[in-house]
C-alpha cells in the first residue's frame, strides 16, 4: 500500500482525497518508480476541483509530474536505482500519476535525470519549467537574439512565468515581465525582470495593431493578453504560447501576422517528442540559476496538494510547489 491523490467519480459526486491505495491498482507499464517529489500545476488544479474535465479515467492517481528512482524495470534502458522525470504524456489525466508514492509507467515516457539536478530541483522546475524551457528553445530557434530586443513574459508570477524570467535573464535578455499582482514586483526583478507592467496593459480587447514593443513573447494567459502580445510584437518576432489562464479563446486579427511578418508558436509539452525533452532538460541543468529556482519554490506534504489546487486556481499561489509525496 502507498498514499496518493485519487481522483475519484461516481453516483456520489467528483472528489479528490489523500488515500492509501494497493500497488496492484497500478495501471500497466515497463517501470515502476518510487516517487520523491511531485508538483501543483495549473491543470493539477483542475483536476483536483473538477473544473474542468481533464481526469479522463476513474479511479485515477493525480499528478502531471514526477522525479522519482526507479524500483523495477522491463526495459533495458532503465534499471532500479536511475533517477528518472516524467512530464505530461496523459499522466494524471487518463492515467494515473506522480502526486503519489508510486507511479508505474511506459519506459518512453521518462527521461534520465540529468546530472547535477535532484528530484527535488527537478519537480521545482517541473512541467511549468520544462514549459517555459520549450518556449524558450522556439524564441532561440526564430533567432531571436538578446540584441533583438525585450521578451514580454506574461503570466510572471506563475510558475511558467517565473522559470521563463530567470532562463531568459540569465541568457542575455531583456525581460518585461506582465503580472496581476505588482505588489510582487521586487519578486519579479529579483529573478531577473528589468521592468515589471500591469496585466490590465494587456488583458481587456485592444487594437489589431499596436505600438511595437518586443522581439517575443513567452505567454501562459491566452485570451485578449495573447491577442494584445502579439499586436505590438516587432517585425519578425516570434510569440510561444503555452497556456490558457485568461481564456482559450483567442480574439486576434490577422495583421500582426500579414503586415509585421510574426510568428505564433504552439508549445505543447504533454506529447512534446522524446528528442525536443531530452534537450528542453539538458538545458535546463545547464542554464537555469539553481538559486533563483530555490528561492521561487515552496515545498508542501502531499495532502495539502489538495489545498494548493484550489489555491493555484485562485492565483494565489507564486513561483513553484514542490510536493514531498512522502511527508
Known amino acids: 500500500m502507498f498514499n496518493a491523490i485519487v481522483i475519484e467519480k461516481d453516483e456520489a459526486?467528483?472528489?479528490?482525497?489523500?488515500?492509501?491505495?494497493?500497488?496492484?491498482?497500478?495501471?500497466?507499464?515497463?517501470v515502476t518508480v518510487r516517487v520523491d517529489y511531485s508538483t501543483v500545476n495549473y491543470k493539477d488544479g483542475l483536476a483536483i476541483t473538477g473544473k474542468s474535465p481533464v481526469v479522463r479515467k476513474f479511479p485515477l492517481n493525480a499528478g502531471i509530474d514526477f522525479a522519482g528512482t526507479v524500483e523495477a524495470s522491463d526495459d533495458a534502458r532503465f534499471k532500479p536505482g536511475d533517477r528518472v522525470v516524467l512530464n505530461g504524456w496523459g499522466v494524471g489525466e487518463t492515467h494515473s500519476g506522480g502526486?503519489?508514492?508510486?507511479?508505474?509507467?511506459?519506459?518512453?515516457?521518462?527521461?534520465?535525470?540529468?546530472a547535477g539536478l535532484t528530484t527535488r530541483q527537478a519537480m521545482a522546475i517541473g512541467t511549468a519549467g520544462y514549459t517555459a524551457m520549450l518556449c524558450v528553445l522556439a524564441i532561440e530557434r526564430h533567432g531571436i537574439k538578446p540584441e533583438s530586443g525585450d521578451i514580454l513574459v506574461t503570466g510572471a508570477n506563475g510558475g511558467v512565468g517565473s522559470v521563463a524570467i530567470a532562463l531568459l535573464a540569465k541568457l542575455g535578455y531583456r525581460v518585461v515581465a506582465s503580472t496581476g499582482r505588482p505588489e510582487q514586483a521586487d519578486y519579479l526583478r529579483s529573478l531577473g525582470a528589468a521592468e515589471v507592467i500591469h496585466r490590465d496593459e494587456l488583458s481587456a480587447p485592444g487594437r489589431p495593431l499596436g505600438k511595437e514593443r518586443w522581439a517575443g513573447v513567452v505567454d501562459s494567459v491566452g485570451s485578449h493578453t495573447l491577442a494584445n502580445?502579439?499586436?505590438?510584437?516587432?517585425?519578425?518576432?516570434?510569440?510561444?504560447?503555452?497556456?490558457?489562464?485568461?481564456g482559450l479563446d483567442f480574439p486576434a486579427s490577422v495583421m500582426p501576422f500579414i503586415l509585421r511578418g510574426i510568428t505564433l508558436y504552439g508549445i505543447d509539452s504533454v506529447m512534446a517528442p522524446q528528442a525536443k525533452?531530452?534537450?528542453?532538460?539538458?538545458?535546463?541543468?545547464?542554464?537555469?540559476?539553481l538559486a533563483k529556482l530555490a528561492e521561487i519554490t515552496a515545498e508542501i506534504p502531499l495532502a495539502a496538494a489538495l489545498k494548493a489546487g484550489v489555491d493555484i486556481l485562485?492565483?494565489?499561489?507564486?513561483?513553484?510547489?514542490?510536493?514531498d509525496v512522502n511527508a
Open 13 to 30: 459526486g467528483y472528489r479528490a482525497s489523500l488515500k492509501a491505495v494497493d500497488e496492484a491498482s497500478l495501471p500497466q507499464g515497463e
Open 99 to 114: 502526486l503519489a508514492q508510486k507511479a508505474r509507467v511506459k519506459a518512453d515516457w521518462l527521461v534520465p535525470l540529468p
Open 229 to 246: 502580445a502579439c499586436a505590438a510584437t516587432r517585425y519578425g518576432g516570434a510569440v510561444a504560447a503555452c497556456g490558457l489562464a485568461q
Open 277 to 289: 525533452r531530452l534537450a528542453a532538460w539538458q538545458r535546463l541543468a545547464q542554464d537555469l540559476d
Open 314 to 323: 485562485a492565483g494565489h499561489i507564486r513561483g513553484r510547489v514542490v510536493v
